[in-house]
């Protein structure tokens, strides 16, 4: 296996993933417990707007990305406060609309769109060097912010009520976490790409929780799980000739299901 | 201290269109343990969270230790529902009791080690202390009960709120509770709520009804004949099959 390694994008892809999987992991956790799934992937794929955006108006598509994730994020968290519209409906509307908005972009962007496919289902062999430095400083963002947030970020999973009674100030503070979870969605996307993003939120995440109930505990073997996923994913990718992003979600599956049925059978 | 703790005047909440609270006044004293009991969705937790200052009312005033319950927030403590819980919760006893403490933590702070000792002396007199490790969802509901009054406890608060804090724990547990309240009263004002009358008019010492509009009973009717005598909530006695009247009719009634 090691011998993959002599090549640059094996080494890039390896780095890719692993810094994939310290974002995934820690935001992954704290969107499963508050069961924001379906918001993330409203976000996630909100974001494609970006992507069209970027090849528009001719800059990397990856700025659009985190632009567009994070306008995205904060809509959510004003439609939940000022608007009187149930969650569900918001995040529909949000993720078509960036949809739409970015297949209109697509259309307008002079010439062929290149590598559109990678943006949408992830392609982890490819991943710029640029986009390396991009994930690591993410990295670095949502791990202070985590750290520096922990305890309201746990209250506010727990009991938005007692929190606010408690003085903290929760709608900034999901806010912030809808914002993080942008961030991560810009991490992920060159591993899995947009579409595929809310799976590695949600499974490596639902199986540490099969075996951790603390929340530090949780992040920290998810980060593990996603790591040896994309590992295990990218190297599968590689002796089969597979699509990495969507070899990576099932191998992800896969296991997901190995460890509900071993955890069934246990009990 | 002496005096008004709690007044609200007037207040009605609506939600969507919907009047849960209808006219609703009322004052709370230093030091009482007032009941209030009600059939469920005749306000008594919105009652509770005006006073919290988690639901504006439409109308009416709210005062609590002479500021808005915004203000005040700090020296309540609050100990809703426990039905209100997720099972699974990745927190342990430890990681809920210290939530206590946000308000007073502020904002990019770790908790220090006086909280930590604030937290252990909470769980303590709750008898709680040597569960303080275990996950949440593996406390009984007696057990969890009690975590959430030594969250409710930990700062120090100078009037305590209680939702339903009896419905899902069994009858020795239940007069357990009280008599920790009846305690805790000797230096805390305790306003409860709850549809359980039966234990309840045993130990508050004032007693109201609520069921939309609130009806207050004052003190000196919880008394052995009285509770033979006549009264109902409405719908309250019917809703619950109770067989006799505990409290005096309502006036205008």
């Known amino acids: ?267 | 201290m002496d005096g008004e703790v709690i007044r609200l005047e007037d207040v009605w909440v609506q939600y969507n269109g919907v009047t849960v609270l209808e006219g609703v006044s009322l004052s709370v004293q230093n030091l009482d343990f007032l009941g209030i009991i009600g059939p469920n969705g005749g306000g008594k937790t919105t009652l509770l969270k005006v006073i919290l200052g988690l639901v504006k009312p439409n109308r009416g005033k709210v005062t609590v230790l002479g500021g808005s319950p915004e203000k005040s927030r700090r020296f309540i403590g609050y100990v809703p529902q426990i039905t209100h819980f997720d099972r699974e919760f990745p927190a342990t006893v430890l990681d809920v009791v210290l939530m206590g403490l946000l308000g007073r933590k502020g904002l990019l702070r770790r908790y220090t080690e006086e909280d930590r000792k604030a937290a252990y002396k909470a769980l303590e007199s709750m008898e709680m202390l040597e569960l303080k490790d275990r996950q949440v969802g593996k406390l009984s509901g007696g057990e969890l009960q009690r975590v959430l009054l030594a969250r409710a406890l930990v700062s120090d608060p100078k009037i305590l709120l209680l939702d339903e804090p009896t419905a899902s724990i069994d009858e020795p547990t239940k007069t357990q509770l009280y008599e920790l309240l009846k305690d805790l009263n000797r230096r805390i004002t305790i306003v409860l709520v709850s549809h359980d009358i039966g234990v309840i008019s045993a130990y508050v010492d004032k007693i109201a009804c609520l069921n939309r509009r609130l009806f207050y009973h004052g003190s000196k009717e919880i008394t052995a004949e009285t509770i033979e005598e006549t009264y109902r909530c409405p719908i309250e006695l019917i809703a619950h099959g109770v067989p006799h009247r505990v409290l005096k009719r309502h006036e205008g009634e």
């Open chain 1, 1 to 267: 296996m090691l011998e993959i390694l002599q090549y640059e994008f094996m080494r890039n892809a390896l780095i890719a993933g692993l810094l994939a999987s310290v974002a995934c992991g820690i935001i992954g956790v704290l969107v499963v417990v508050k069961r924001m799934v379906s918001i993330s992937g409203g976000i996630s794929h909100a974001a494609f707007g970006g992507v069209g955006l970027g090849y528009f108006l001719g800059f990397d598509p990856v700025f659009g990305v985190l632009f567009f994730a994070v306008v995205s994020a904060l809509s959510m968290g004003m439609l939940r406060e000022r608007v009187r519209l149930s969650e569900d409906a918001a995040v529909g509307i949000l993720w078509v609309t960036g949809m739409a908005l970015g297949v209109i972009f697509v259309g307008l962007a002079p010439g062929y769109a290149p590598d559109l496919f990678s943006y949408l289902f992830g392609s982890i062999l490819t991943v710029p060097f640029l986009d390396l430095v991009v994930m690591a400083v993410l990295d670095a963002v949502i791990i202070l912010v985590v750290l520096l947030l922990y305890e309201e970020f746990m209250a506010i999973l727990f009991d938005e009520e007692f929190a606010t009674a408690s003085g903290v100030p929760v709608k900034r503070v999901y806010t912030v976490l809808l914002s993080l979870v942008a961030l991560t969605v810009v991490v992920l996307m060159r591993i899995v790409g947009l579409v595929l993003v809310i799976a590695m939120l949600a499974i490596p995440s639902t199986i540490a929780w099969q075996f951790s109930h603390r929340l530090k505990e949780m992040m920290i073997l998810s980060v593990i799980i996603t790591a040896v996923f994309t590992v295990e994913g990218l190297w599968l990718s590689y002796l089969f000739d597979l699509a990495s992003g969507a070899t990576i979600v099932l191998v992800s599956l896969a296991t997901f299901l190995l460890s509900s049925t071993l955890k069934k059978v246990s009990r």
